[in-house]
Each structure stands twice: as C-alpha cells, then as structure tokens.
C-alpha cells in the first residue's frame, strides 16, 4: 500500500545558529513541510520520517524529491543532510548519524544519493532541471548559500528580461526586504502601484517616465516572488495576487500606449488604431488560450518546456516584457507609434508560431507519441 505522505513526521536534527533568509534551519524546515502539507516536530519519531541535519541548507526542491522517494538519503561529504527514513530503524541509523556528523554506518535498505556527484531532478514549478543546491550553513557560506537559494528560486524557462537583466538587482531588494521582514504581499502592493503610474503616464504620452516607472514594477514583479519561496512565505492569495496582476495589467498598457500618442502629434488614424490593438489584445487572448488548450491536454505540462525550441522562444515571445524592449528601441528613434505596430506584429508571429506548436502536438498524439517535457529527459 502506497504511504500517505502527508502524515510523515519531520524532523530537524541538531541546531545550527547561523540564519538563512532570517530562519533558523528548524524554522525554515517546518515552513517547508507545513507548505508540503507535513508536520514538522521536535522529537525524533519511532517509525518512518523525514529527517534534515540543521548543519546543511538545502534546495526545497530536494525535499519535494526526497519525499516521494522513502528510503533514500542525499549527503554532502558522506554525512546524511537530508533523508526520507521508511521505517523506525533507518530513522534511528540516519539521526545518529546527523546528530554525530558522520557518514551512516549501517546503509541497509537505503539509496544513498552523493550530492559531489551532481545528480539532477526536474522542477516542473518552474520549468527547469538542475542539481538543486546542498551546502554546509557557516557564517561563511551564508551569503553564497542566500544567492544559490534566490536563483534556485528562478525559473528555468522565461523571458529574457528576466532570465538575464533582473537578477541582480532583485537578488538586492531581495535581501533587503528579507531583512526588514517585508512580505512578498507588500511587495506585489507597491509593484501594483508603479503599474497603475505607469498606465497612466502612458495615457498623457510620458513614454519614459512610463517605462521608468514600469521597470520598477517589473523588477518588483520578480522579487516578490523570490522573496516568497527563498523565505518559504508563498500563499493563496499572494499567488492569485501577483499572477493575477501579471495577466491583467499588460492589454491596458497597450492600449493607453496608444491613446497617449496623440500628445506628441502621432495618434493613429481609426483604422490603424483597431487592427494595432485588435493584433495586440486579440493576439494576448488566443497566445494565453493555446498555452491553456496545450496544458490541459498535456498534464498540465506548459507548452514553453515542450521541446527546446519552445524554451528558447519563450524568451522572446510576445509577452509584456520582450514587447517593452521592442517600445524601448521605438523610443530611442522617438517612433512610439511605430513601436506599438511592431509589437502588434510580434504578436501576430509570436500566436501563429504557438498555434503550429499545438497543431504539432495534436498530431504526435494522434500517431500514437507522447508529449513529454524535454527537461525530463535527463
């Protein structure tokens, strides 16, 4: 019979002073197994358990794969750091064994997985494979141990923005508000707030004092959500506000975009007005329906971690951030309304190009073949 693992007992073996993102080691594995729906606790139980040596930090992502898996233990330098114990005897070899810092002695009916030989597992979340961070918590190593954990926190498979202009500066605002004991709430709050500036610098043609105000919002977009799983502060309605924010806002921004070009004598004529925004809004709508249509027949699987081809196009499709590098570039030439044409024929190209990838895929389903996420294959 298969275990339910949502009544394992988790554990954190030892203490260790240094904290990461503010957390002590037992702090941030209990929020880490209260978010996996476990339940953490202080004594080391007589059956089967999850098992962490306070002297390491470690991926969440190895928690997730160390759950499903009982029996396995993943060590760094031979010593057990995290371990799903299946039964009361391996949870008493593997405490001993944390608790003493030593490697196990006694390894029967276990999988020992060495962390030095770079084993790697897929993060269907947020599209990537990796070998997930592990390393000693000293005071030394907090601070590469804070970076590895924010870029762990990144998705694999985005925008190109994101991917590689944002990270450093949002790994700053990161810590800080970390530090300040901000939430990821206060922060999407504040991002709101520059997106409505931005909206409405766009409507009086302040085009760069727009943009300047929106990459604000932008970078803010990114830190709130490393804030919330470097912290392990993810919620509900923080998830619901933040993604919520992210597809509502971009039609407004196109749209008042173009309204706001009459301010600098290059508004549109009525025809060009409609077919611009009737591209960019209608384009908006069936990109994000195709991207819904291929999840739902697929797994859930996003249709950007199809094959590589898609990951790599996902960094330039037509969403909002590869469109304000387009408007940036318009800007340079003092042509805003050019830009606003480009972008409405990128997202001509960018829905007809996410149309044949579904097509594609209806037909090697048809034929018998199966979709699968190329970052699954190892």
């Not at 970076?147 to 994101?162: H, I, Q």
């Not at 604000?216 to 923080?238: E, H, N, P, Y």
């Not at 025809?271 to 195709?290: E, K, N, S």
């Not at 996902?314 to 800007?331: E, G, K």
Request: charged residues 15%; positive net charge; aromatic residues 12%.
């Amino acid at each position: 019979m298969k275990q339910d693992m949502n009544v394992l007992p988790v554990v954190t073996i030892g203490a260790n002073p240094v904290k990461l993102w503010g957390l002590s080691p037992a702090q941030r594995v209990g929020r880490i197994a209260r978010a996996a729906g476990m339940r953490p606790t202080e004594d080391v139980p007589s059956g089967a358990a999850v098992l962490s040596n306070a002297r390491f930090a470690w991926d969440p992502a190895w928690f997730a794969n160390i759950v499903e898996r009982p029996g396995t233990v993943l060590t760094l330098g031979g010593v057990p750091a995290l371990a799903h114990a299946a039964d009361g005897g391996q949870t008493a070899r593997i405490a001993e064994a944390m608790a003493r810092d030593v490697p196990l002695e006694d390894r029967a009916g276990m999988e020992l997985i060495a962390f030095e030989d770079g084993p790697t597992i897929e993060n269907k979340q947020l599209r990537k494979r990796e070998t997930p961070f592990l390393m000693a918590l000293t005071p030394d190593t907090l601070r590469p141990i804070e970076r590895a954990s924010y870029f762990g926190a990144y998705k694999g498979v985005t925008d190109l923005l994101t991917k590689y202009l944002w990270p450093e500066w949002a790994l700053v605002l990161t810590r800080i508000c970390a530090r300040l004991g901000v939430t990821p709430n206060m922060v999407t709050t504040v991002g709101a707030v520059f997106c409505v500036v931005a909206t409405v610098l766009f409507a009086y043609g302040h085009y760069w004092a727009g943009m300047a105000t929106g990459l604000v919002f932008m970078v803010l977009d990114t830190v709130d959500g490393k804030l919330a799983r470097c912290t392990i502060t993810s919620s509900a309605w923080g998830n619901v506000f933040d993604h919520g924010m992210d597809l509502v806002h971009p039609p407004f921004w196109w749209w008042f975009w173009a309204t706001g070009l009459g301010a600098l004598g290059l508004a549109y004529d009525t025809a060009t007005f409609w077919w611009v925004q009737g591209a960019i809004q209608g384009g908006y709508v069936v990109q994000r329906l195709i991207e819904g249509i291929f999840m739902r027949q697929n797994g859930a699987m996003h249709i950007h971690v199809w094959r590589r081809f898609d990951s790599r196009f996902r960094l330039i499709t037509a969403r909002r951030n590869p469109n304000m590098v387009i408007l940036f570039i318009a800007m340079v030439f003092s042509r805003p309304d050019l830009g606003l044409i480009a972008v409405a024929w990128w997202t001509v190209i960018s829905c007809l190009i996410h149309a044949v990838r579904l097509v594609q895929a209806w037909i090697v389903r048809a034929r018998g073949g199966m979709i699968r996420s190329w970052l699954a294959e190892g």
